[in-house]
């Protein structure tokens, strides 16, 4: 490891905490963009993907998903020999389902955390009647959850009526039909298509698998809710109706969620590379005084779901994108201790829209500037962490592995900064990089999945810095064709080996 | 012509025989209807490109993408288009 | 080769953007009437 550079100076926010979760929605995974619109044009779809899909003891042993919640470091996964599915006949799926850094939450559990997440009156949610004490009693026990069972059923025209005239979406288990999903049927809701059933489960799996994620904060940090003194939310939805279609709102709904009584919070939009800009903008608060503890927040992508379910069909392959991945990160003032978030002038990795004439220019901003501003190279990043696509999800989908293309990128980079040859390419790849783990959720998998390792390899010792790289594909907003780069440097605190 | 910036050669075939042939798999808007249109790769046409443009944009992609894989994908290219 | 053909450029965020594909081709003399930059993530 590098003694190079400025120590992480003082004033330098750090990443306190961390928690990483997946939710297993099986039975989501028809309301996912593809599978819904492909359901659409040929019904025979949905038989045909309902039995490609997990079981949650299947779900929980899939390496994958372990090394998300850190029963598994990126080395170890690396090291555990492909395919990686199919697996739950070797593990119990029980046990292992909370890891270091959260949990696998199971459908059910999370259609009860849906439930809590409703506050309308009538509400969004509902359960049919032979559902509700199971659903309610299963969360009541939860030693982390457990908050979110203070949910209460009210009396109900049955929602069946609603499914069967489309204005609502079922929720199912299996074959079991167990409530639905209703549209807002109120006179403001009414004939506002940014009000219909999808997109408000989606916007409610979004709060849901937030609140998940920062309950699980709490829990790590032992701190109180009201301790939260602001929170960043920072996915990739759109929260509103058809006059302010995604002005967002969901850092506050997902605080109120946890009670975190003492907190404002505002959304940050930036595609995949949102939890990246959101932590940065958490960082500035912190460093700035303005606020003592930041908690940022990240639901899951339904739209997402079974997105590649055609190639995994077409394979033989069981589903394997049927999880919503759920993130949370704790920013305070230097505690002497915690990993430090570089923010000194220009440590912070931009994409000019000037630079972003050519992709080489962005690459060089984005990599090399910032390590500059800090009087280090590239030679003293241990990691790099750039987006960390389950490669066994994106080969069989016909990308490719993304991870190793965006090392090969970062390679490239190293060259052309003339700190190693074009043979050493490969070394390099193999010394700063590692496999990819996260399910594809879009702005989940963008370098962050990394933080929980890292933070852990930083307080034993065992790494000094990693280099966090997003990117962000605004193009796909319609009016630009611009992509974005965001990335940040975190290093171990220079303290906390005294 | 088709010029493509993608790097999979499994999608390339088929995009590739798709604009020349027709939808392979006969389904979608072009299940056999042959447009008759040359597909290259950019790999494949620096010879084509002023080297200052090529320098700029490519020289990166190039530095980035595996000697094998360049090779894979023109020669992918080359027998779609049957040369 | 390029020059004065009409070009359908197809991209890939992780491979070679739309545009870079774009820039080659319009320095070469190519007219570009199409171009997507998928995203497969």
């Known amino acids: 490891m590098s003694s190079a550079g400025k120590t992480a100076g003082a004033g330098n926010p750090v990443i306190r905490n961390c928690a990483q979760c997946l939710v297993h929605v099986p039975d989501l995974v028809p309301y996912g963009s593809k599978p819904w619109r492909e359901i659409q044009k040929d019904p025979s779809a949905g038989p045909r993907l309902m039995e490609a899909l997990r079981s949650f003891p299947q779900a929980v042993a899939y390496p994958p998903n372990q090394t998300f919640i850190g029963n598994l470091t990126p080395d170890q996964l690396a090291g555990t020999a492909r395919p990686w599915f199919g697996r739950d006949d070797e593990q119990d799926g029980e046990a292992l389902c909370t890891g270091p850094f959260g949990e696998i939450v199971s459908q059910d559990l999370f259609f009860g955390i849906l439930k809590a997440a409703n506050v309308l009156t009538p509400p969004l949610i509902e359960f049919v009647p032979e559902h509700r004490a199971a659903l309610k009693a299963h969360l009541a026990e939860h030693p982390v959850l457990s908050r979110f069972a203070e949910f209460s059923f009210v009396p109900q025209p049955t929602i069946e009526a609603e499914i069967a005239d489309g204005s609502a979406l079922a929720l199912r288990s299996g074959e079991t039909r167990l409530g639905g999903v209703r549209r807002d049927n109120r006179a403001e809701g009414r004939e506002d298509e940014n009000l219909d059933a999808h997109t408000l489960l989606e916007t409610l799996c979004v709060k849901a698998s937030g609140a998940i994620a920062l309950q699980w904060l709490l829990h790590r940090e032992a701190i109180d809710a009201a301790d939260i003194d602001f929170v960043i939310s920072c996915g990739e939805e759109a929260a509103g109706d058809r006059y302010q279609r995604g002005a967002g709102g969901m850092a506050k709904s997902i605080a109120q969620m946890c009670a975190c009584t003492s907190a404002s919070g505002m959304d940050v939009k930036n595609f995949c590379a949102g939890p990246a800009s959101a932590l940065i903008t958490a960082g500035a608060l912190v460093k700035s005084g303005l606020y003592k503890r930041v908690a940022v927040v990240a639901g899951g992508s339904l739209a997402k779901l079974g997105m590649k379910y055609q190639s995994f069909l077409q394979a033989g392959m069981p589903v394997l994108d049927d999880c919503l991945g759920a993130m949370a990160f704790l920013v305070t003032p230097d505690d002497g201790a915690s990993p430090v978030l570089h923010m000194e002038p220009g440590a912070v990795g931009t994409a000019s829209i000037g630079a972003s004439t050519s992709d080489e220019a962005v690459y060089r901003e984005l990599i090399l500037e910032p390590l500059k501003a800090l009087g280090l190279g590239m030679s003293d990043v241990d990691k790099f962490a750039p987006e960390l696509h389950n490669p066994e999800i994106m080969e069989h989908s016909g990308s490719g592995d993304v991870v190793h293309k965006n090392y090969r990128l970062i390679a490239a980079i190293a060259v052309l900064a003339e700190q190693i040859t074009k043979a050493e390419m490969p070394g390099f790849v193999e010394k700063v990089g590692m496999t990819g783990f996260a399910p594809t959720q879009g702005h989940i998998p963008s370098a962050v999945p990394f933080m929980g390792h890292a933070m852990q390899a930083m307080r034993d010792g065992a790494m000094r810095r990693a280099m966090f790289l997003c990117k962000a594909s605004l193009f796909l907003n319609r009016v630009t064709e611009l992509y974005d780069g965001v990335s940040f440097l975190l290093e171990a605190n220079p303290q906390a080996s005294r | ?83 | 080769m390029l020059s004065d053909k009409k070009v359908a450029v197809f991209g890939e965020r992780d491979d070679v953007t739309g545009l870079a594909v774009r820039k080659c081709v319009e320095a070469a003399g190519g007219e570009v009437v199409y171009e997507a930059t998928s995203c497969f993530v």
């Open chain 2, 1 to 83: 012509m088709v010029v493509f910036g993608l790097n999979e050669p499994a999608n390339l075939r088929i995009m590739a025989t798709t604009f020349k042939e027709g939808d392979p798999s006969f389904a979608g808007a072009l299940g056999g209807i042959a447009l008759g249109l040359k597909s290259y790769h950019i790999f494949e046409l620096k010879s084509e490109i002023p080297a200052e443009t090529w320098a700029g944009e490519m020289a990166f992609e190039e530095l980035q993408t595996e000697d094998e894989l360049i090779e894979e994908i023109c020669e992918t290219m080359r027998q779609v288009r049957g040369e």
